[in-house]
């Protein structure tokens, strides 16, 4: 394909998606319960799988995404992958690679911009009602999530490849001009996406495609429906067949196949520090019958803390320590899980104890279409039992549960907001990630705090996230050198969580992955190859040097 140029064109001013509120009486609550309402009467919905733009539907659907409120209701069938097929996909993949890097620059912004906008607008509201009844969030979360992040991710990829094509050679020779191309990586690419990010699934397969990549994408199966829209999307925005594989399946089967491939360029993973470890390992032994390297991207676990000063605002901190801990059930990579508190604050009368207990009592739980519920269900059976067994293995070791420590599965996946006490700053559950409605508080003496950053920074192997409630700036300060690689994130007088594309880029190290920052341009340059180009305009008279005369 031979396509001209002509312009050196700059994208429309970026901004960070508006946040509704869904208030009662609100337009924009009246449009999300009509969209809750037809996806209800509409389920289950059969979710192919779909390789160079074509619907394939292999004998009968054999996954089944439950909603997880309400656990006897499916919200899709959908049809599974074989090994076979992942490799017609990477087929069908690398046969559009050639065309879609060749396409011009604004041709593919464009078609992100659009994509951000059919999010943000024409499938609002059908998009946050399937993450609702999918993965189980409030109105509130499926709004930062499926339509607010989604569209963001969208929007500042572009913004930010503008940026990254912009970045050229500061110095010419005379007679000479260099400049630098930013390739596409020599492949394609594998995404694996996770259920709780509705955004995630979109960002993992479109970052590397908005710098000309083709990707692979399977998506989790507890998030195939909202996954599902998300392509429709992508392919209504203007992306061709082919370039977005959609390839539901069984994890180790679809992964196995593409990593198996010597067309395996790279992997862009957000889920479990175990897979993620596997997966490393499995490439590793692949290596020697790769075309290149692989790149391996990947967002892991957490077991993120609250570090809370003598000098603390207490009301500030047990707020944000619910939001952190409770929000989306603890279903974050980002979380609280880990939290610190002093001695003095924890014991006064009304003080960060009882506060605590009082705002948690006031949570309400339940069907996250039920509006006035703060909380849902964790995603699945698995899920509901690992969370349950972490609260008992708490009890086993001498931890006092003062709050929640309960569930019931009867009919959706639910855990009680629970707080666990523990006087062991080393238990299980201050140091494994749970992903759920749990939080381990050790309560230190207040002469400690120096010493207590020291077990904050060696407790977990991870390193995402964490937050620092102080307004003593000194101690602010000190935390955070003390700190400094124990979080990829780290907060001052906020919570551990809600990262915002454009804002705060995020990513942790450690056991919590690469730290390549997803919503920055940093996730960028892991797409691409750098070719130096240098043009001479003036030819040379002779060969030797000027040191050669005598």
């Known amino acids: 394909m031979s396509v001209a140029q002509l312009s050196v064109p700059k994208v429309p001013t970026i901004d960070n998606e508006p946040m509704l509120s869904y208030a009662p009486g609100s337009p924009e609550r009246a449009a999300l319960q009509a969209a809750l309402k037809e996806i209800e009467q509409g389920a289950p919905f ?36 074989d ?24 041709d593919r912004a464009a078609i992100f911009l659009k ?16 993450t609702m009844l999918g993965q189980g969030k409030n109105a509130w979360q499926a709004e930062i999530d499926a339509a607010a992040e989604l569209s963001d991710f969208f929007r500042f990829g572009v913004k930010y490849v ?21 390739r596409p990586l020599e492949g394609f690419v594998l995404a694996v996406s996770p259920f709780n990010f509705t955004a995630i699934g979109g960002n993992l397969c ?8 083709v990707v692979v994408w399977k998506p989790s199966p507890a998030a195939t429906y909202s996954n599902y829209i998300v392509y429709q999307i992508m392919k209504e925005a203007g992306v061709p067949p082919g370039v977005i594989q959609f390839v539901p399946g069984v994890p180790d089967t679809v992964v196995q196949a593409a990593i198996g491939s010597p067309h395996f360029a790279a992997l862009h993973f957000t889920g479990s520090t175990y ?75 009304d003080g960060f104890r009882d506060q605590l207990l009082a705002e948690i009592s006031k949570i309400k739980a339940g069907d996250p279409t039920d509006f006035s519920n703060f909380m849902g269900p964790v995603i699945g059976k698995p899920a509901f039992d690992k969370i349950v067994s972490y609260i008992q293995k708490a009890k086993d070791a001498g931890g006092e549960v003062i709050v929640g420590g309960n569930g019931d599965d009867s009919k959706g996946y639910f855990v009680q907001p629970t707080v666990i006490v523990t006087k062991d700053p080393k238990s299980v559950t201050m140091q494994e990630e749970i992903f759920g409605p749990v939080i381990t508080a050790y309560v230190y003496k207040d002469e400690d705090f120096e010493r207590t950053l020291d077990l904050v920074n060696t407790t977990s192997q991870y390193a995402l996230t964490g937050a620092i409630f102080s307004t003593d700036r000194k101690a602010l300060l000190l935390a955070s050198n003390k700190l400094r690689n124990a979080a990829g994130n780290v907060y001052y007088n906020e919570k551990c969580t809600g990262a915002v594309v454009g804002q705060q880029p995020f990513g942790g190290a450690r056991g919590s992955g690469t730290n390549d920052k997803a919503g920055s341009i940093s996730i960028y340059y892991r797409f691409v190859s750098a070719r130096s180009i240098k043009e001479n305009f003036v030819g040379l008279e002779n060969f030797s040097y000027p040191s050669n005369l005598v």
Request: aromatic share 10%; charged share 25%; glycine share 6%.
């Open 46 to 81: 059969e979710v192919p799988i779909i390789v160079n733009g074509k619907e394939l539907r292999p004998g009968q659907p054999t996954g089944k995404q439950l909603m997880p409120h309400d656990h006897a209701k499916s919200l899709c069938t959908y049809y599974e992958a």
């Open 275 to 349: 897979i993620f470890r596997k997966l490393w390992k499995d490439i590793a032994m692949n290596v020697d019958k790769y075309i290149t390297y692989p790149r391996l991207v990947g967002e892991t676990g957490g077991k993120n803390f609250h570090v809370v000063h003598p000098s603390a605002d207490v009301k500030n901190a047990v707020l944000q320590t619910i939001r952190g801990a409770f929000e989306y059930q603890g279903q974050k990579c980002s979380a609280l899980s880990r939290l610190y508190v002093p001695e003095s604050l924890w014991e006064a009368k």
């Open 83 to 106: 090994a076979a097929t992942v490799q017609t996909a990477i087929d069908g993949a690398l046969a559009a690679k050639e065309e879609w890097e060749a396409l011009p620059w604004s």
């Open 206 to 213: 479109a970052a590397p495609a908005i710098v000309g990549n």
């Open 115 to 130: 994509a951000a906008d059919l999010v943000s607008k024409k499938y609002r509201y059908k998009l946050m009602a399937a």
């Open 162 to 182: 503008e940026e990254l094509y912009a970045q050229q050679p500061p110095k010419n020779a005379p007679g000479c001009w260099n400049r630098v191309e930013y």
